[in-house]
C-alpha cells in the first residue's frame, strides 16, 4: 500500500519562496514517477512538475525557470522548491506517484498574495 504525506504549504508573499515536500510510504520502485499536480478554484487540475525514470524532469511551461523538483531517494521524498512566486500560482498541490496507478496525497494549500 503506498500513502503520501505533503508538507510545506501556506501563505507566502508574491516573489517569495516556498518549498513543498512529500513522503511517499510503501513499496515504490525507483524508477516511479513522482510530482505535484495543482488545482486552483474552478479550473483543471493541471501537472506541475514530475521525475520520471532515469531522473528526467518535467516541467509545466508556467514554471519554468521558478519552479524547482529533486528527490531523494533513500527517504522516497520529493520536493518541489518554488522561487518567483506569483498569485497565479495559488492553489491546492497535490502530491503523486505511479505505481502501476496513480496514487495520490491529500494536497496542501499554497496561497501566493500580491
Known amino acids: 500500500h503506498v500513502h503520501l504525506v505533503e508538507s510545506g504549504g501556506g501563505l507566502v508573499q508574491a516573489r517569495g519562496p516556498l518549498r513543498l515536500s512529500c513522503a511517499a510510504s510503501g513499496s515504490i520502485p525507483s524508477i516511479a514517477p513522482l510530482g505535484w499536480y495543482r488545482q486552483a478554484p474552478g479550473k483543471q487540475r493541471e501537472l506541475v512538475a514530475a521525475i520520471l525514470r532515469g531522473g528526467i524532469t518535467n516541467y509545466a511551461d508556467s514554471v519554468k525557470g521558478r519552479f524547482t523538483i529533486s528527490r531523494d531517494y533513500t527517504k522516497n521524498t520529493v520536493y518541489l522548491q518554488m522561487n518567483s512566486l506569483k498569485p497565479e500560482d495559488t492553489a491546492v498541490y497535490y502530491c503523486?506517484?505511479?505505481?502501476?496507478?496513480?496514487?495520490w496525497g491529500q494536497g496542501t494549500q499554497v496561497t501566493v498574495s500580491s
Open positions: 503523486f506517484v505511479v505505481v502501476i496507478r496513480y496514487y
